[in-house]
Structure formats: C-alpha cells, structure tokens
C-alpha cells in the first residue's frame, strides 16, 4: 500500500519560499498513469489544486499560481517537490501531497501545516 509523506518547514516568512518535500513509500512514482500532486486548504476555503508532476517527469501547475511554482521530482529518492515563491500570508494553508490516477486523487498524505507570518 503506497504511502505519502510531507516534510518541509511549519513557518515561513512573506516573501521567501515555501519548499516542500513528498516522500512516497510502497510503490514507484515512475508508474505510469501517476500523477503526483500538491493541494492545499485555508481556513474558511476549499480545497486548492496547486500543481502536479507526472510519472514521465511533466509539470503542470494551476494558472494563477503557475508563476510562483515550481514541481519536481527525484525518482532515485522517490520523492517529488514543491516549491512557491515570493508567499504572503494569504499562502497559509494545510499542504497535502496525493497521488492521482485517472482524474481523481487516490491516496493523500496526513498534510502539513504551513503558516506565513513574520
């Protein structure tokens, strides 16, 4: 059974950069078919898509936020990456790092919290 995991800072000031590693044990993210996403929700909103990378190694990120993102991957460590530029508060959310197949996200990590504050 696959298992995700997030591991990355909890505080980051406005400004910098939020970086964020996904580890995934229990199978391969080369498999193909996979994609490997970062999503995230704020107080008081829904669930936001961030982006994604494929099992091929293709990123695709969400519109408004495509100029301060950057997804990657590591297949030797069997992770994947997220970075978000230049935060600001409004970036405070739960992160959480899925595995999607088919359109729909099948397996997610616990989330971590990530707060942007000075």
């Known amino acids: 059974q696959v298992q995700l995991q997030e591991s990355g800072p909890g505080l980051v000031k406005p400004s910098q950069t939020l970086s964020l590693t996904c580890t995934v044990s229990?199978?391969?993210?080369?498999?193909?078919?996979?994609?490997w996403s970062w999503v995230r929700q704020s107080p008081g909103k829904g669930l936001e898509w961030i982006g994604t990378?494929?099992?091929?190694?293709?990123?695709a990120y969400r519109p408004i936020l495509k100029s301060r993102t950057s997804i990657s991957r590591d297949t030797t460590k069997n992770q994947f990456t997220l970075q978000l530029r230049s935060v600001t508060p409004e970036d405070t959310a739960i992160y959480y790092c899925?595995?999607?197949?088919?359109?729909?996200?099948?397996?997610w990590g616990q989330g971590t919290q990530v707060t942007v504050s000075s």
């Open positions: 990378v494929s099992y091929s190694g293709a990123p």
């Open positions: 899925t595995r999607d197949r088919d359109y729909a996200f099948v397996s």
């Open positions: 229990g199978d391969s993210i080369t498999i193909e078919g996979d994609w």
